[in-house]
């Protein structure tokens, strides 16, 4: 994987190494990077790159030369849903689908993975998680 964001996220990383927390952005501003949030987030893309690199080859690979904006949107579905990333990860490999149509999808999938806090939510989820199976044997 050769992509210019990941040795960029590298260099970051190794940049952060050691650094007291009110060194971090001083340090990557000096280093060049617009703002400490887009490092942050290009650094959050590398871990889940370099975690499906060890654990999941086949997703690895359909990420090869994936952008920054694909990697990071896969790496946020990730934290939460790693099958659902995984299953995403591989059809956008198939089809390249756009950040857009990703970001949404990925919005989809946050909502229905969101704990409900009181009753009406709780039912909220129950009925839309029951909905599909129902509708697809009417």
């Known amino acids: 994987m050769t992509s210019g964001w990941i040795e960029n996220a590298r260099a970051a990383k190794k940049l952060l190494a050691g650094k007291k927390h009110g060194e971090l952005e001083r340090s ?22 370099d975690y499906l690199r060890r654990n999941q080859p086949e997703v690895y690979r359909a990420l090869h030369d994936a952008p920054f904006s694909i990697t990071e949107l896969l790496a946020r579905w990730n934290a939460f849903d790693p099958e659902g990333a995984s299953k995403k990860a591989l059809e956008w490999a198939r089809s390249k689908l756009s950040v857009r149509a990703l970001a949404k999808a990925l919005g989809e999938a946050r909502e229905l993975e969101t704990e409900a806090t009181t009753k009406e939510g709780v039912a909220a989820l129950v009925r839309e998680r029951a909905k599909a199976p129902l509708i697809a044997k009417l």
């Open 28 to 49: 990557l501003l000096d280093a060049g990077w617009k703002d400490a949030n887009t490092a942050r987030r290009a650094i959050a893309a590398l871990q889940y790159i």
